[in-house]
């Protein structure tokens, strides 16, 4: 059974940082593309950032325009995790944060259904 649990959501001022985590069971890890994706009240769910599966030479990471330069994705294969360092946050990113294992790829990285196991998400409240 997969599981992908989310932690390290919270209340921060604008302009403070947070680190967000993704642990990982059920898979070969190392195997699957990673993304972390948001959903803010009243809005559909958006990408935010992407790491690729490890098994190949280079991994490559994507980011929305939105957060480049203020994101960082990582991943640790040997714990199972992926990671989403958010520094510089504005109180747009407030949302609930997502992980997610890439399942499919009949589409781009940023579109949803191109991922077939999903956290339960992390609440991100950045305060004016």
């Known amino acids: 059974q997969v599981q992908l649990v989310e932690s390290g959501g919270g209340l921060v001022q604008a302009g403070g940082s947070l680190r967000l985590s993704c642990a990982a069971s059920?898979?070969?890890?190392?195997?699957?593309?990673m993304g972390w994706f948001r959903q803010a009240p009243g809005k559909e769910r958006e990408f935010v950032a992407a790491?690729?599966?490890?098994?190949?030479?280079?991994?490559?990471?994507y980011y929305t325009e939105a957060v480049k330069g203020r994101f960082t994705i990582s991943r640790d294969n040997a714990k199972n995790t992926v990671s989403l360092h958010m520094n510089s946050l504005k109180p747009e990113d407030t949302a609930v944060y997502y992980c997610?294992?890439?399942?499919?790829?009949?589409?781009?990285?940023?579109?949803?259904?191109?991922?077939?196991?999903w956290g339960q998400g992390t609440q991100v409240t950045v305060s004016s």
């Open positions: 059920g898979l070969t890890f190392g195997s699957y593309g």
């Open positions: 790491i690729s599966k490890s098994d190949i030479s280079t991994v490559y990471t």
């Open positions: 997610a294992a890439r399942t499919n790829y009949r589409n781009n990285y940023y579109y949803p259904d191109e991922y077939g196991y």
